[in-house]
Structure formats: structure tokens, C-alpha cells
């Protein structure tokens, strides 16, 4: 076993070096190059945020000041100069900066591989292998980041934040709309094919969860996000998409939309209004009027803290509300369901640009008993490598934005301050969100003579 252990760790440490050697690495996963590929680009992703979480922790700026000899002001060593200026390297500059090493990154691949259509193109094999040299350009961009001046760096890229993260929320959405989909059409089938009638009662047990969600969510938000002579933008914000959330869940069930599309029904439109509910609460959050925002340990402690003139404690980051925990979750899922989906939905394969293509091959199992990953994409990509790596620069905006709360800062203060912008680009992004899903659903009946199945 431990000469086993031994050579699996050489092999492996060679999947480091090129793509080759993992497709005949006995000790790799039996699965496709293509999810492998993905999986490992998306770890990329996770370890930035992971680290970007460190550096934002409250209390990271003085503990690094007690190392000796380290941080400008800090504690210092007889005859060596502190060099290091700790306000850059944690809190809120810190993320901004491997935000942009991580965007840029994954920008550089998108524009690498434009028009890749099989692994046999000689680009594919800087995406599916060379992975120490890939790590090594990306710790090259991430230290570049760290000598950027500050002056009005933070400011243009929290902008460029807001608008990448608009499209990041689209693209969740379109995520979840392709996972719904997957999941009724996967238990229908499953129900259909057994006669087992648990799987429809699970699929209506899970509907009826996710309306009763919804429902108890937008009673919360009039209770506690809204005020009789005030917050008329919520009232707004929390009826408005209410609204489209019943038209939507009604449009999902009617004759011709069924008739069109069989697995079409309420679980999707269930798990889209709340979606919709939580991309509402996330605005409602980033309202500067703390009136109609209360902090989630006000609401329960019952502590009322109402923001008063001159009060600049509320104008620093909460780095770790209830929001920005939500975001992460929903921000790993859908991550990490980008790496690993195939969907059979024609039109989400359009919208996220997956080709579809590839060979329906298997691990193969070699002599030594051990399973390999085999290369799919020799006749087609199964994915837009372009589009894959602009998905992952966008999501590298909004990981951004979520650890610093959509506040923009000021450096002159060094305090971040919440703006309505943000509450409008959220709140906008599930209107475009709750239309793409509509367009899914009256999209075959509009235009009965294409395909999409």
C-alpha cells in the first residue's frame, strides 16, 4: 500500500506538469477530462475566495502587526525597517485586490480560448493541463495586484464589480432554472418508469417547502424591511416582484406551456420565486437608509439601531451578515454545479454556451485495476472554453462584492459606504432573471417549428 501511495503520488504530482500524463494516471478519478478540467479551474476560484475570507477576518491587520520586523507601525526588530504596509494586504483592499488577480486571470484564459473546438486544438492543452504553470501565473498576478496604487483603483473597480456581478446573478439564476429542470424532469421519469408514487410526493413536497418560503419571506420583509411613512422603494421592490413571481408560476402550468414542454411545472417556478425573494432581500440590504435596513442582530436582539447624524460606525463594513453567508452558499453551489453539469435542456445549453458535443466514453479501466480519466472532447468540446472562463471571471466580481457587503469605499476615510446603485442593480438583475425564465417557458410556443427540447 504505501508503494502504491507512493507512485500514485509521483503520477499525480506529474498531472502538475501537462494533460498526458492524468489520462494515463492509474490513480486518477474514472471520469471525463472535460469535468476534471473544470472541476480543477474552479478550485482556482474556491482558493482565492478561501483566501480572500482569511484576509477580510476582523483582527487579521493586528495580529499581523505582532510579527516582528513585518508591517509598517508594527512591532519592529533592532536594525530591520518595516516594509510592509498592512492596510493593502487585509480587510477590504485586500479583496479588491485578488478580485482583480483572479478576474484578470480568468480573463486572459477566456480570451486564450476563443474558438477552441476539440482538445485536439494545441490551446487545449494549456486548458486541460499545465497546471503548476497555470498556479504560477496566477500567484504572479495576485503579488502585481498587491503594488497597485490605491488612489481611484477601488473606486473604478467596485463599478466594474457591480456590473460583473449583475451578470453573475443571471447566470445563478439561469444555473438554477437548468438544475430545476434536470431535477423534476429526473423524478418524473424516475416516477413514470416505477410507479412509485414517492417520487411525485416528493417533488410536491419540495414545491409546496419552497412557496411556503417564499410567502413567509415577503411577510418578513413588509414586517421588518418596511415602514408606514417610509420605504416606499421596498414596498415597491417586495410587491412588484411578487407579481411576477405569481404570473410566472401561473404561466408554468398553463395548457400550452405543458403541452410544449411535458417537465415544465412548479418546482421550477417554486425554487425561481425564491430565489427572486432572496436576491430581494440581498438589495433591501444595501440601502443606505438604515430605517428601512435593519441588521439582522438587531432584529434578534430587538435592538433598535436606528442610524443617527454623524454615526460613522455604520458607515464600516459588517463583513459577516446573514446576506453575504447566503451569497456564499448559493455562489458555492452554483460553482460548483457550472463544473460538473450536462444538461439536456436545449435552450440553457444556448444561453451558457455548452456545445453539447464530446464522445459518450467511459474510464477505462487499466491492468493494474485502477480507473482513468479519458479525453472526451477529441471530436468536440462538451463546453465553450471561452465562456466557462468568463463565467469564472464574473464570478471572481461578485465573490468581490459579496465579501465587501456592495459597499464602495473610501480611502481617504477608510470607510465603505452602501449606495443605492447597488440596490438597483441587484434588484434589476432578478427582473432580467424572472424574464429569461418566462422566455424559457413561451419560447416553444412562440416558435413551435424549432427544437427546444
Given at each position: 500500500c504505501i508503494v502504491k501511495g507512493g507512485i500514485c503520488s509521483v503520477k499525480y504530482a506529474s498531472c502538475l506538469c501537462g494533460s498526458a500524463p492524468c489520462l494515463l494516471c492509474g490513480c486518477c478519478p474514472s471520469s471525463k477530462n472535460s469535468t476534471i478540467t473544470r472541476l480543477v479551474f474552479s478550485c482556482f476560484l474556491l482558493l482565492g475566495t478561501f483566501v480572500s475570507v482569511i484576509m477580510i477576518l476582523p483582527g487579521m491587520e493586528t495580529q499581523l502587526r505582532k510579527i516582528p520586523g513585518f508591517c509598517q507601525?508594527?512591532?519592529?526588530?533592532?536594525?530591520?525597517?518595516?516594509?510592509?504596509?498592512?492596510?493593502?494586504?487585509?480587510?477590504?483592499?485586500?479583496?479588491?485586490?485578488?478580485?482583480?488577480?483572479?478576474?484578470?486571470?480568468?480573463?486572459?484564459?477566456?480570451?486564450?480560448m476563443v474558438c477552441v473546438r476539440s482538445s485536439r486544438d494545441p490551446r487545449a492543452v494549456l486548458q486541460n493541463g499545465v497546471w503548476f504553470l497555470k498556479f504560477l501565473v496566477l500567484l504572479a498576478i495576485t503579488v502585481g495586484a498587491f503594488y497597485i496604487p490605491d488612489g481611484t483603483f477601488h473606486t473604478v473597480w467596485f463599478y466594474i464589480g457591480m456590473v460583473g456581478s449583475f451578470l453573475f446573478i443571471i447566470i445563478q439564476l439561469i444555473l438554477l432554472i437548468d438544475f430545476a429542470h434536470s431535477w423534476n424532469k429526473v423524478w418524473v421519469e424516475k416516477a413514470e418508469s416505477s410507479d412509485n408514487k414517492c417520487w411525485f410526493a416528493g417533488l410536491l413536497s419540495f414545491t409546496i417547502t419552497y412557496y411556503a418560503l417564499t410567502i413567509t419571506?415577503?411577510?418578513?420583509?413588509?414586517?421588518?424591511?418596511?415602514?408606514?411613512?417610509?420605504?416606499?422603494e421596498h414596498k415597491v421592490f417586495i410587491s412588484l416582484n411578487l407579481i411576477l413571481c405569481v404570473i410566472v408560476s401561473i404561466v408554468a402550468i398553463l395548457p400550452?406551456?405543458?403541452?410544449?414542454?411535458?417537465?415544465?411545472?412548479?418546482?421550477?417556478?417554486?425554487?425561481?420565486?425564491?430565489?427572486?425573494?432572496?436576491?430581494?432581500?440581498?438589495?433591501?440590504t444595501n440601502n443606505p437608509n438604515r430605517n428601512c435596513n435593519?441588521?439582522?442582530?438587531?432584529?434578534?436582539?430587538?435592538?433598535?439601531?436606528?442610524?443617527?447624524?454623524?454615526d460613522e460606525t455604520s458607515k464600516h463594513v459588517q463583513w459577516w451578515d446573514a446576506q453575504g453567508i447566503v451569497s456564499l452558499v448559493i455562489f458555492l453551489f452554483c460553482t460548483l454545479y457550472a463544473s460538473i453539469r450536462s444538461s439536456s435542456n436545449a435552450q440553457v445549453n444556448k444561453l451558457m454556451q455548452t456545445e453539447g458535443g464530446g464522445s459518450d466514453v467511459e474510464g477505462v479501466v487499466g491492468e493494474d485495476g485502477f480507473s482513468r480519466a479519458v479525453d472526451n472532447e477529441e471530436d468536440g468540446v462538451t463546453y465553450s472554453y471561452s465562456f466557462f472562463h468568463f463565467?469564472?471571471?464574473?464570478?471572481?466580481?461578485?465573490?468581490?462584492?459579496?465579501?465587501?457587503?456592495?459597499?464602495?469605499?473610501?480611502?481617504?476615510?477608510?470607510?465603505?459606504?452602501?449606495?443605492?446603485?447597488?440596490?438597483?442593480?441587484?434588484?434589476?438583475?432578478?427582473?432580467?432573471?424572472l424574464g429569461i425564465y418566462l422566455w424559457t417557458l413561451i419560447a416553444p410556443v412562440l416558435f413551435p417549428d424549432r427544437d427546444f427540447s
Open positions: 507601525g508594527g512591532t519592529s526588530i533592532p536594525g530591520l525597517e518595516n516594509h510592509m504596509n498592512c492596510d493593502v494586504i487585509v480587510g477590504y483592499k485586500s479583496v479588491y485586490r485578488l478580485g482583480f488577480a483572479m478576474t484578470c486571470f480568468f480573463f486572459l484564459f477566456s480570451v486564450i419571506a415577503v411577510v418578513l420583509f413588509f414586517i421588518y424591511y418596511t415602514k408606514p411613512d417610509d420605504c416606499t400550452k406551456i405543458q403541452e410544449a414542454q411535458p417537465h415544465s411545472g412548479l418546482l421550477q417556478s417554486s425554487l425561481i420565486s425564491l430565489y427572486t425573494m432572496y436576491v430581494t432581500w440581498s438589495a433591501m435593519p441588521s439582522l442582530l438587531s432584529l434578534v436582539s430587538n435592538v433598535n439601531v436606528t442610524e443617527t447624524p454623524g463565467h469564472l471571471c464574473l464570478a471572481s466580481l461578485y465573490i468581490m462584492m459579496t465579501l465587501t457587503n456592495w459597499y464602495q469605499p473610501d480611502t481617504s476615510t477608510q470607510a465603505m459606504y452602501s449606495l443605492m446603485p447597488a440596490v438597483w442593480v441587484k434588484m434589476s438583475s432578478s427582473w432580467l432573471g
